[in-house]
């Protein structure tokens, strides 16, 4: 079993930045991936970011490729999500998911386990 509880979310203006962490229990985090999604009101719950956590690979949705960056610290097992140059577009609930290292649908909420309870991130024009 692995528990996911995010933080960091807010209000922000355009161009502005904030930085989600997702902390991580449960004996087989560390040997997982983790994932950033996102979910705006109306909208499916779409990709933002994935690391494997072992190797440190990332993966990362065109949307925000540039100016998202997902990291981890292992000593902590809490994983990071650098969010720089906000668009209005952002705006959603933020989740972060943890699942099996091999997938073959990396980018799909399938490829996940486990939810946060996700953490809301506005971000104003």
């Known amino acids: 079993q692995v528990q996911l509880v995010e933080s960091g979310g807010g209000l922000v203006q355009a161009g502005g930045s904030l930085r989600l962490s997702c902390a991580g229990s449960?004996?087989?985090?560390?040997?997982?991936?983790m994932g950033w999604f996102r979910q705006a009101p109306g909208k499916e719950r779409e990709f933002v970011a994935r690391i494997i956590w072992s190797f440190g690979s990332t993966m990362y949705a065109d949307s925000v490729k540039g100016r998202f960056t997902i990291s981890r610290d292992n000593a902590k097992n809490t994983g990071f999500l650098q969010m720089n140059s906000l668009k209005p577009e952002d705006t959603a609930v933020y989740y972060c998911a943890a699942g099996p290292p091999s997938t073959t649908q990396p980018k799909s909420t399938s490829a996940f386990y486990y939810w946060g309870q996700g953490t809301q991130v506005t971000v104003s024009s």
């Open positions: 449960g004996r087989t985090f560390s040997t997982s991936a």
